[in-house]
C-alpha cells in the first residue's frame, strides 16, 4: 500500500498539470515500420507542435513512436510512465521526463488523470483494459473528454458488438457510443483536441 501512494505523490512530478496533456494506448508489439506507428508518430509530431504534452506507458510499438513524435518536434514534453514487469519493458529513450512505476493501477491513473484526450491504437489485452477504464470513466461523468479509436479496420468489430449487442441488450444507453469516435483522420483528430483544449480554458 505505501507503494501505491509514494508512486502517485511521485509521478506527479514528471507530467505537465496544465491539462493540455494527450495520453496515447496501443501495443507494444508493433515495428517501427507498422502503419499504426507511423500514424501515432505524426500525431504526436502534429500535437508536439501545438505544445500538446504526450504521454505513454513508455514501452516501444505505438508507446515509442508517440514519444519519438512528440520529442522530435522539441515543442512539448514527451512522458513515459512506465511500470516494472516481469517480461517487459524498457522506457524508450525518446522521452523528456518519465517515472517507473511499481504498480500497474497507480500508472493506469498516471496515464488517465489529467489528460485532455485519448487516442487509442490497436493493441492488445492491456490497451483493451486502458480503453474501457477511459470509457467507463467517461460514461460515469468523471471525465470530460475525447476517446479516439485509431485503425478503422482494427476497431470495426469491436464498435460492431457494442452497438449491435450492447446496445440492444440494453447493457450500455445509445447515447455511449458517442463516448469514442473511430478514424484514422490524423488531421482531424488534431485540430478536435485542439478545439476541445480551447473550449475548457
Known amino acids: 500500500m505505501n507503494d501505491l501512494i509514494d508512486d502517485l505523490l511521485k509521478f506527479q512530478s ?8 494527450v495520453t496515447f494506448f496501443g501495443s507494444a508489439r ?7 506507428c507511423k500514424m501515432a508518430y505524426e500525431l504526436a509530431f502534429k500535437l508536439g507542435e501545438l505544445g500538446f504534452a504526450v504521454l505513454t506507458g513508455g514501452g516501444d510499438g505505438i508507446m515509442r513512436a508517440a514519444n519519438k513524435g512528440a520529442y522530435d518536434s522539441g515543442k512539448s514534453p514527451s512522458i513515459a510512465l512506465n511500470v516494472r514487469l516481469p517480461f ?7 522521452t ?9 493501477n497507480p500508472r493506469k491513473f498516471a ?28 460514461q460515469i461523468g468523471s471525465k470530460n473528454v475525447k476517446i479516439y479509436l485509431v485503425g478503422t479496420k482494427f476497431w470495426r468489430e469491436l464498435d460492431e458488438f457494442i452497438k449491435i449487442t450492447l446496445v440492444a441488450q440494453k447493457t450500455i444507453s ?8 473511430i478514424t484514422d ?8 483536441i485542439l478545439n476541445i483544449y480551447n473550449s475548457d480554458i
Not at 96 to 104: D, G, I, R
Not at 113 to 137: H, K, N, Q, W
Not at 174 to 181: A, I, M, R
Request: hydrophobic fraction near 35%.
Open 185 to 192: 483522420d490524423i488531421e482531424l483528430i488534431t485540430s478536435e
Open 111 to 138: 496515464l488517465t488523470d489529467s489528460s485532455v484526450a485519448f487516442v487509442v491504437f490497436p493493441g492488445g489485452f492491456g490497451t483493451l483494459d486502458e480503453l474501457f477504464e477511459i470509457l467507463v470513466l467517461a
Open 14 to 21: 514528471v507530467l505537465n498539470y496544465n491539462n493540455k496533456n
Open 174 to 181: 445509445e447515447n455511449d457510443v458517442n463516448l469514442y469516435k
Open 88 to 94: 517487459e519493458q524498457e522506457t524508450n529513450p525518446y
Open 30 to 36: 508493433f515495428d517501427d515500420d507498422n502503419e499504426y
Open 96 to 104: 523528456t521526463a518519465k517515472y517507473l512505476f511499481s504498480n500497474l
